[in-house]
């Protein structure tokens, strides 16, 4: 039996790729839609390529074209924690698994690296993006990061070494 994630292929590309940045101005237009403008946290490419950190997306092997529908990343704190950054579905792909697919592939290859917790900072408009989280064992954390001083800002944290 054939599942919506046979179809469905990740691969690791740098910050630079096409497809990375197409995502990544889907998700910026999503921010002006939300918040009213697009995400300023700083972004270092090089903090994206492995062992520090990676970028992933997913293809629809369906078609012909292979094209990009999700993507995320995670890259490594100062402290040795990995943070995810940039966890998007294109809309129109929404309700497939993907998010959750992508999570579980950038989990894993932090842990290969050596990871052994990870974190995310989000925001509470994101209400379906924390039910995932926590659906696969995030929890609250004090806060971080860029926008940690923001009252909206929601963090969660969850160690790598209880995943199988």
């Given at each position: 039996m054939t599942t919506p994630h046979d179809a469905v292929e990740i691969r690791a590309l740098p910050?630079?790729?096409?497809?990375?940045q197409q995502l990544v101005?889907?998700?910026?237009?999503?921010?002006?839609?939300?918040?009213?403008?697009?995400?300023?946290?700083?972004?270092?490419?090089?903090?994206?390529?492995?062992?520090?950190?990676?970028?992933?997306v997913a293809y629809d092997t369906t078609d012909a074209e292979e094209a990009p529908v999700a993507m995320g990343a995670w890259r490594l704190l100062p402290d040795g924690r990995a943070e995810l950054k940039r966890m998007f579905v294109r809309?129109?792909?929404r309700?497939?698994?993907l998010s959750r697919?992508?999570?579980?592939?950038?989990?894993?290859?932090?842990?290969?690296?050596g990871v052994v917790d990870m974190v995310i900072e989000t925001n509470t408009v994101h209400a379906e993006a924390i039910r995932l989280y926590e659906s696969?064992?995030?929890a609250p954390i004090p806060a971080y990061g860029h926008y940690?001083?923001?009252?909206?800002?929601?963090s969660?944290?969850?160690?790598?070494?209880?995943?199988d």
């Amino acid at each position: 039996m054939t599942t919506p994630h046979d179809a469905v292929e990740i691969r690791a590309l740098p910050y630079d790729h096409p497809d990375v940045q197409q995502l990544v101005e889907g998700l910026q237009q999503l921010y002006v839609e939300l918040y009213g403008g697009r995400d300023d946290s700083p972004i270092d490419r090089s903090e994206f390529e492995l062992p520090r950190g990676t970028f992933a997306v997913a293809y629809d092997t369906t078609d012909a074209e292979e094209a990009p529908v999700a993507m995320g990343a995670w890259r490594l704190l100062p402290d040795g924690r990995a943070e995810l950054k940039r966890m998007f579905v294109r809309p129109d792909q929404r309700g497939r698994g993907l998010s959750r697919l992508v999570l579980g592939w950038l989990e894993q290859s932090a842990r290969t690296s050596g990871v052994v917790d990870m974190v995310i900072e989000t925001n509470t408009v994101h209400a379906e993006a924390i039910r995932l989280y926590e659906s696969v064992g995030y929890a609250p954390i004090p806060a971080y990061g860029h926008y940690s001083d923001e009252p909206e800002t929601v963090s969660l944290g969850r160690s790598l070494a209880e995943r199988d």
